[in-house]
């Protein structure tokens, strides 16, 4: 399906308001679809939250068994944490960097390049439309989870805010460094064992496994140098943390900082590639 051709007149996209009309109609393609797959998201969602149930479970039993905490984190508060952990995983869920290999061998990037846009925006809109699907699916398993686990949340109006920017921004700064990642698959596409190495550091260095509090302080010190932590960490602590108004501040201010590094890498690396690409092609 062309979404330029359905949606867009086949003209250059460079102007705000050619943009905006771009990302809306993709959006909105992307939440009919999947509305139309309710169950398929559901079942896919109930997969995803047995990952934070088991950490849940183990790190609340060991919180029981020390005396009622584990490092000064309580079991409401790892309730918390791994409730919004279920919402913010999902939130990135982005196109990620081994399907470009896919969209390559495939032939769908030559059909991708008659577009006058780059892959990239068409990424971003038709996940970001499938956000919202997740949202509001996501809702009554939190409710069902909070029943069972009861967790300590109790955000201020200023939290909320930022947890909504910080979602978002997670998502962004995880999609520009999967599609930079994604790169790799016109050089090689041997590219499996980069992208587990990257998968690998991310769960270890993000909070994804553990809040990064539970972490050794070397690795809670190197977190602060990567992106990591700003896409999984820093959107869960906007809400069940007790980040002062300045904090959120600077971490909002992280996640903007890492999204243009990866979208410069991106754009860096796409302008080598097609090159390869019309090479190869050639």
């Known amino acids: 399906m062309s979404v330029v051709a359905d949606f867009v007149p086949l003209r250059r996209v460079g102007g ?24 398929a998201n559901y079942f896919y969602m109930f997969g995803m939250v047995a990952e934070p149930v088991i950490y849940l479970v183990v790190w609340t039993t060991i919180a029981d068994e020390s005396g009622g905490t584990v490092q000064g984190l309580t079991p409401g508060y790892l309730a918390a944490y791994y409730i919004v952990w279920t919402l913010v995983r999902n939130m990135n869920i982005v196109f990620g960097a081994p399907f470009w290999e896919h969209r390559i061998r495939e032939g769908e990037l030559t059909k991708d390049l008659l577009r006058p846009i780059l892959p ?20 009554p398993l939190a409710v069902g989870l909070s029943l069972v686990f009861h967790p300590a949340l109790h ?9 909504f920017l910080a979602i978002w921004g997670a998502y962004l700064l ?41 972490m050794p302080g070397w690795v809670q010190e190197i977190s602060r ?58």
């Open 155 to 163: 955000p201020s109006p200023v939290q909320v805010v930022a947890f």
């Open 174 to 214: 995880r999609t520009m460094f999967q599609e930079s990642l994604g790169m790799l698959c016109f050089w090689t596409t041997r590219g499996a064992a980069i992208f587990d190495l990257w998968m690998t550091t991310e769960l270890l260095l993000s909070g994804r496994l553990v809040p990064l509090p539970l």
């Open 16 to 39: 705000t308001r050619s943009m905006l009309a771009f990302y809306w109609s993709v959006m909105r393609m992307a939440i009919q679809e999947q509305l139309q797959y309710r169950t």
């Open 120 to 139: 990239l925006h068409y990424d971003i809109a038709y996940f970001a439309g499938w956000k919202f699907v997740v949202i509001v699916l996501w809702i």
């Open 225 to 282: 140098f990567l992106p990591f932590q700003w896409a999984f960490y820093f959107p869960i602590q906007t809400l069940v943390g007790d980040y002062s108004n300045e904090e959120l501040l600077r971490g909002l201010g992280a996640q903007v900082l890492w999204i243009l590094i990866g979208l410069g890498i991106f754009r860096f690396a796409w302008k080598h590639a097609v090159k390869r690409y019309s090479a190869v092609g050639g």
